[in-house]
């Protein structure tokens, strides 16, 4: 029996969820604020006073103390696909003929399209009504745990709401949907952001996704994170229809976006999506699309889903935003690895969720393709999350004075002589010591993507440079030594210092794969160094290893292997490599290697992909292979253990043949992705 106390907590509890309820996701109030406080006040007195009833569903459990040192890593019980893109009415009919032809014939079809709002995605795990896990998408098979970010946010229900009469159990349920910011939230903190000269959000989406990777839940708490939810998934029932999903989720207490529009076909769908498109600029939030889905989940159960995206599910891409504007100049920027390339500084504009002062232009090829000048008038465009680019000039109102652009002959920043590498159109400064390439470096090495670190942007690291703290990398992790220095540096308060060194310390818990990408070896992006690290596993298998090795590794070119087996030919580097060895930095990958998901066919099997696949890109199968386990390689060697044969499947197979590998085609590969457990 609860005892009295429970009762009257117990009742608060119920009493501030429904209130927070109504304030935060109806947003109808129906109480004073005073009211509300007190009713607040009142439960943390009982559970100051009886601690041992304080449960983490409680309202006052929502923002923890604790730092999130490591996201860990979470399975998702059922992948989160991402959705196959279409731009016109034609791809939609497309879609809708794929539809009907895969259900059996005759069967009526209703569509639901949303918004597709521009965010970033999250799963969150009800058990027996509370909420158990957050986490992002991750690559789609694993995300990071966010749990603790997430709770903090009030129209996220930590218990669902009780509603009558509903004809499912739901005791263990899956809520997706995108957490974002609104345009306005973005603006304001961005605002706050660059008075504290910290480094400004490129877009709200980016601003919602970083906040959910913050490591105090306690500063997530206080930005302004929203979310809409739109999928609803429950092993245990048989739910009905996508729209009674979204109804029921807003019985459970989520936010659900009322901007949906049930279909009868998809003459009615297109309708929709013009409509949407029309709306997009009234809107709060930014929406890149919109999202068609079936409505029976019956039907999307027979339809099914190939590699990463449903059969049943498509987005409809809007069209992207476009601006015009006038180009204040054409200035020559140095890169890290010293190109030189043109950029357009603009007369800013707002444009798809941020102001824009400027825009790449590439190359000078580009420039003299499109007649592009200092002084005229041109069409900015913003297409999803990609750099602004000029799209066209409007001629009629050019300058008649205005010249064509002219290349340098000399670097702009040190006036040594630029290099134009033959075949290539980029021009090099060449000068190692070129300190606009040096200062580039640097913000790659700290950059969010790299190492991360927080406070060490373009403008201290200009400073620093110059001041001649930072000459290489090691350096960064050296400066801890110098700390009355830097305080001593105008405008640098005590405060900034120490967070900046903190931040330092933490940069050294970046993985393996981070720490290479960092080390802005060229063509070593983001991706290929997670490809590297994870085959090489360390930064001495990785230097041992010849061309032919690296080319072994799935997408490893010839030119990616030349670029890593330059860098590690210099002695410069290995000497840099191995000071940031000593100070702490990740060189080798900490966990084992992933243990498969169970023995099945593909367990430690090395596969090779060749020829056209029909059913797949090559970028799905690859990654249906991986997370099962197998293993790709580009090249096919006598260790292969099979070969996958799509159409007109060239020299691979004929190679194949001869050193007597196993071959199997498409079909086959279908086959043993939907029962991986037979041999
Ligand atoms: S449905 C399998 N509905 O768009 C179904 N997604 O590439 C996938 N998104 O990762 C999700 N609004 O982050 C769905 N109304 C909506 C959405 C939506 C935005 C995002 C989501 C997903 C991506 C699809």
Redesign the pocket.
């Known amino acids: 029996m609860p005892s009295e106390i429970e009762k009257k907590i117990e009742s608060l509890r119920e009493q501030i969820r429904e209130h927070d309820y109504k304030y935060y996701v109806l947003t109808e109030p129906t109480i004073s604020d005073e009211e509300y406080d007190k009713l607040v006040k009142d439960l943390e007195k009982l559970e100051a006073e009886h601690p041992e009833l304080i449960t983490p569903d409680s309202p006052t459990q929502r923002v923890g103390k604790d730092l999130t040192k490591d996201f860990k890593p979470v399975k998702h019980k059922i992948p989160?696909?991402?959705?196959a893109n279409t731009y016109n009415e034609e791809e939609l009919y497309d879609f809708d003929r794929r539809i009907k032809e895969a259900l059996p014939e005759g069967e009526k079809v209703e569509y639901i399209v949303?918004?597709?709002?521009d965010g970033a995605?999250v799963s969150l795990n009800y058990v027996n009504g509370l909420l158990k896990t957050a986490a992002t998408?991750g690559d789609g098979i694993v995300g990071e745990e966010i749990t603790n970010n997430v709770r903090t946010i009030r129209t996220i229900p930590l218990r669902l709401k009780k509603a009558n009469n509903l004809p499912y159990k739901l005791n263990d349920i899956e809520v997706?949907g995108?957490i974002f910011m609104n345009i306005k939230d973005f603006e304001r903190l961005n605002e706050e952001r660059e008075k504290n000269g910290e480094k400004l959000f490129a877009n709200p989406r980016n601003s919602a996704a970083g906040t959910l990777k913050l490591q105090d839940p306690q500063v997530v708490a206080k930005r302004p994170l929203n979310n809409f939810m739109?999928?609803l998934i429950s092993p245990g029932d048989e739910l009905r229809s996508q729209q009674e999903n979204l109804e029921l989720l807003k019985k459970l207490g989520f936010k659900v976006n009322d901007n949906y529009r049930k279909c009868a076909g998809m003459d009615e769908v297109i309708k929709v999506c013009e409509e949407f498109e029309a709306m997009r600029d009234s809107l709060e939030y930014e929406i890149d699309g919109a999202?068609i889905?079936v409505n029976s989940i019956k039907q999307q159960n027979i339809l099914g889903s190939i590699a990463k995206?449903?059969r049943w599910?498509v987005?409809f891409k809007f069209k992207a935003k476009q601006a015009f504007t006038t180009i204040k100049e054409i200035v020559w920027q140095v890169g890290r690895t010293g190109s030189v390339t043109p950029v357009a500084e603009l007369e800013p504009v707002f444009l798809a969720g941020s102001t824009i002062s400027r825009a790449t232009l590439h190359n000078i090829d580009e420039i003299k393709r499109k007649d592009i000048r200092e002084g005229d008038k041109v069409v900015i465009e913003k297409g999803g999350d990609v750099i602004p680019k000029i799209v066209a000039v409007v001629l009629s109102e050019r300058n008649k004075e205005s010249k064509p652009v002219e290349p340098p002959d000399v670097c702009p920043v040190c006036a040594s002589p630029l290099f134009n590498p033959p075949d290539e159109v980029a021009l090099y400064c060449e000068n190692p010591e070129c300190p606009a390439q040096i200062k580039r470096r640097f913000e790659h090495f700290s950059s969010r993507t790299a190492m991360d670190i927080e406070g060490l942007g373009e403008a201290l690291i200009d400073l620093l440079v110059e001041k001649g703290l930072l000459k290489t990398y090691a350096d960064i992790y050296h400066l801890k030594e110098k700390r009355d220095e830097l305080i001593n540096i105008e405008r640098l308060g005590e405060k900034s210092v120490d967070n900046l060194l903190n931040a330092i310390e933490e940069s050294k818990k970046k993985p393996f794969d981070k720490v290479l990408f960092a080390l802005g070896i060229r063509y070593v992006g983001e991706g290929v160094a997670k490809k590297l690290a994870e085959h090489f596993r360390s930064i001495d298998e990785l230097m041992k290893a010849s061309e032919e090795e690296l080319m072994e590794v799935y997408e490893i070119g010839e030119s990616i292997a030349k670029s890593v087996k330059l860098f590690f030919g210099k002695k410069e580097n290995l000497e840099i490599i191995k000071l940031l060895e000593k100070a702490g930095l990740n060189f080798k990958l900490e966990k084992p290697k992933e243990s498969t998901p169970g023995d099945n066919f593909f367990s430690g099997k090395t596969f090779v992909l060749t020829g056209k696949l029909n059913n797949f890109t090559r970028e799905d199968a690859k990654d249906k292979i991986t997370a099962l386990g197998g293993i790709i390689t580009s090249s096919v060697s006598k260790n292969t253990d099979y070969v996958v044969a799509g159409e007109k499947a060239g020299s691979k197979l004929v190679k194949a043949k001869k050193l007597g590998v196993n071959v199997i085609d498409e079909n086959e590969l279908i086959k043993l992705f939907n029962n991986p457990s037979k041999e």
């Open positions: 989160m696909l991402s959705l949303e918004f597709k709002i995605s998408r997706r995108e739109y999928m999202v889905k995206s449903p599910a987005a």
